[in-house]
């Protein structure tokens, strides 16, 4: 038997209860009070839970119950079979009324060995059902999380792709790439940031390719190159150095190349000027000086000059050439190659300054030379051009990509939106084959449940199972029995025999005079169902003397005449339960029932409880408390609300004033009905009243217009104005009712 509900967490408006210290323990007969909207629909769904351990539609429900075996929390399972009228349950197996309701089955005693396989079957089968529920549920579950990875990287692929945040890449793409592609392999880093950076480029021109510039020897035709210029150059100048001309050659000039050059210059400068005496020391020149000056400079040493002067002259142009060489710059190639052509363009800088190092060594052996032309030597004159070469092939090949990428610009981008699109289905690939797997395992697993299998303890599956229930409820059950008992029943509860219950092949029907019962009325359907489930806690599933039974407000849109009978039928339905809870929101139904309980019950065996919701900062709030004493000690609600309104005290918020002035109106128009009886209004018996004028006013604009019945909506304005006109109130029923007042005041201590 259950003892006490001691926690509810994740339960609609039982979100986070934890019983207080001071909850009475329950007993073997339970009444719960609260108004409509409190919670005790939510509350009577917990009690659905305990079989199973779980509730479907409250996946994150957790609980502890105290029994007296123990207690009970999520995933275990009460020991106690439970029945539970709620509006749930009349949706469930009464629906709209417009199709035949399930059979109600009452087993013969002649059958019983029978009905004992047929129980057994039955809890085979709904345990195969709800495991096959269960199985489809959390594949379903998986699928919504696979789905939700595929949304997810079509997001990313949609942006990745597109270069923009409109997703033009969905769901239904990146599944179908996703099942196309065999063998998905994420990107480096490096390759990753290169692709994105291509579909977010836009197309830029192309870069001229380098060119060495061509150089035409002097006294030659042909133009070459730059490199094969130099080369040329090089070995060219390196055999000057080696020649001499035959001449009579004066030592000291020999000796001193800057001297011979100056004397050859001021030879050739008396020549022209017809000189005959030393320009520079006025002294007559000796012929036997100028025949040995002329011997010194022969024919054949102005021709070695001459040669020396032109390689000296191609190799300046040589050095021009060379400097002078340029590329482009960096900002007109593509962002991702610009790191590697500075790279590039950095070794020819170095290869450059090289070469013209050499070239260097190469032109100041030829201004040794030129005044040396007597004396042959060799300085292996040479300059490797290949390095500074492979510099500018390595720049031109960068160019080179650069100008592919751009002739081929939208098959570049195509590509690195294809390979950004395998990269980021890699990155999932792992975890959409695991949720496969699991999906696949548990569609096996529904299959293997509903079609039998050889390994389960019954090898049936669910329609052989089923097959064989018919046949054993044909042979052991009565569903014409349960159909009477439900019309005896029904015609006793409404005073009359328009309406019966019809067996049929698939169930019960309800008719109306012969014909399928139309437009029923809420309070025909409320009898209806609430008859059907009485009946069925007499069905072959349910042992009653050792069952729970919880019944949520089985007068829900009855008229008022019908409350006797339904507390009746349910007083007699359920006395011979092991246990019994009972929620109600109607104050003359709770009246009956404390009446019940107090003259039928032991006193150990009763427990009253009360469900107030409040608002919260985290939202509405409900918690279980002792049902108040006024509720129970009292024939009215009228003491209760009284001591309510006498104990509140506002704090200026909505959510301690919300629900006074509906309180307010309730107690007033009591109040009122006996103190001014009449058929006039309120506002009428109020003005009847003897008080102040001005607080008769505020009383009635208070307990009028801002309770909920009017239709408006509660006044911010007003929640300070609670606490004074609920004073107000108090003040008039103790000035016009001293007695009376003074009452109900001692009643609240």
């Not at 004992?116 to 959390?138: F, H, M, N, P, S």
């Not at 792709?161 to 997703?167: I, Q, W």
């Not at 040329?232 to 001297?259: F, G, M, N, V, Y």
Request: proline fraction near 3%; charged fraction near 25%; glycine fraction near 6%.
């Amino acid at each position: 038997m259950i003892t006490g509900i001691k926690r509810i967490k994740g339960l609609g408006v039982f979100d986070n209860f934890v019983a207080a210290n001071d909850l009475p323990e329950c007993g073997r007969f339970n009444l719960v009070y609260g108004e409509n909207g409190s919670g005790k629909t939510t509350l009577s769904r917990l009690f659905v839970a305990l079989e199973s351990g779980s509730h479907p539609e409250h996946p994150d429900l957790d609980f502890t119950i105290d029994t007296v075996g123990g207690a009970v929390t999520k995933g275990a399972k009460l020991g106690r079979k439970v029945r539970v009228f709620n509006s749930d349950y009349v949706e469930a197996n009464i629906g709209g009324f417009d199709g035949p309701i399930r059979h109600i089955l009452i087993v013969g005693q002649e059958n019983k060995a029978v009905a004992d396989a047929l129980k057994q079957e039955i809890a085979t089968r709904e345990g195969r059902i709800q495991a096959v529920d269960a199985a489809e549920r959390a594949a379903a579950k998986l699928d919504t999380a696979k789905g939700k990875i595929f949304s997810d990287v079509a997001k990313t692929i949609g942006e990745a792709t597109s270069g923009k945040t409109l997703r033009s890449y969905r769901k239904p793409d990146a599944e179908s790439e996703f099942a196309r592609t065999e063998h998905k392999i994420a990107l480096a880093e490096a390759q990753l940031d290169l692709h994105r950076a291509t579909v977010r480029q836009e197309q830029m021109d192309p870069v001229e390719a380098l060119i060495l510039s061509v150089v035409t020897p002097e006294g030659s035709e042909t133009g070459q190159d730059v490199l094969q210029f130099a080369a040329s150059w090089a070995k060219d100048s390196s055999a000057l150095t080696s020649r001499t001309a035959r001449s009579a050659a004066l030592q000291r000039l020999a000796d001193h190349p800057d001297i011979a050059k100056w004397v050859e210059d001021g030879t050739h400068i008396h020549k022209a000027h017809g000189s005959v005496h030393c320009e520079f020391c006025d002294q007559s020149l000796p012929s036997e000086r100028l025949l040995r000056l002329a011997e010194h400079f022969s024919v054949e040493d102005q021709q070695l000059k001459k040669e020396i002067e032109e390689a000296q002259f191609n190799g300046l142009r040589l050095q021009q050439n060379l400097s002078a060489f340029m590329w482009p710059s960096r900002l007109a190639l593509y962002p991702e190659l610009r790191e590697e052509f500075d790279s590039a363009v950095a070794n020819i800088e170095t290869a450059r300054s090289t070469l013209l190092t050499e070239t260097g060594r190469v032109s100041a052996s030829l201004d040794r030379k030129i005044g040396m032309r007597g004396t042959a030597f060799d300085d292996e004159l040479s300059v490797d051009t290949s390095a500074f070469l492979k510099t500018v092939q390595a720049a031109q090949s960068v160019i080179d990509r650069h100008n592919k990428k751009t002739a081929s610009f939208e098959a570049q981008k195509a590509q690195a939106r294809s390979a950004l699109e395998a990269h980021y289905l890699a990155t999932i690939a792992d975890a959409v084959i695991d949720l496969e797997g699991q999906m696949a395992a548990l569609r096996e697993e529904v299959s293997r449940l509903t079609e039998g299998a050889a390994d389960l303890p019954d090898q049936r599956g669910i329609a052989e199972l089923l097959e064989s229930i018919q046949k054993k409820q044909a042979a052991v059950s009565s569903a014409h029995a349960g159909g009477a008992d439900l019309t005896e029943h029904l015609t006793r509860f409404l005073g009359r025999t328009d309406l019966k219950f019809d067996s049929g092949t698939d169930g019960y029907q309800v008719l109306r005079r012969g014909k399928p019962a139309k437009r029923l009325s809420e309070g025909e359907k409320t009898a209806i169902a609430f008859i059907y489930f009485l009946v069925q806690l007499k069905d072959q599933d349910f042992d009653l003397a050792e069952g729970v039974v919880v019944i949520d407000d089985p007068i829900s849109s009855l008229d008022s005449s019908a409350i006797y009978q339904a507390f009746a039928f349910l007083k007699n339905g359920v006395k011979d339960a092991k246990q019994v809870f009972i929620l109600t929101h109607n104050f003359d139904f709770l009246k009956l029932l404390i009446n019940w309980f107090q003259t039928g019950t032991k006193k150990a065996d009763r427990t009253y409880y009360m469900v107030q919701c409040a608002e919260s900062a985290a939202g509405r709030e409900a918690r279980l408390t002792p049902l108040d004493s006024l509720l129970v000690l009292h024939p009215t609600e009228y003491h209760y609300l009284f001591k309510v309104l006498h104990s509140f005290k506002s704090d200026g918020t909505i959510l301690s004033s919300y629900h006074i002035p509906n309180i307010a109106r309730k107690l007033l128009e009591t109040f009122l009905e006996f103190h001014v009886p009449s058929n006039g209004s309120l506002y009428q018996k109020l003005e009847a009243t003897t008080f102040d004028e001005n607080k008769k006013t505020a009383i009635f604009k208070f307990a009028n217009d801002l309770s909920h019945r009017t239709g408006k909506g509660f006044d911010p304005a007003l929640v300070a104005e609670t606490q004074k006109n609920t004073t107000y109130l108090l003040e008039m029923i103790q000035s016009v009712a001293p007695l009376h007042y003074a009452g109900l005041e001692k009643l609240c201590a």
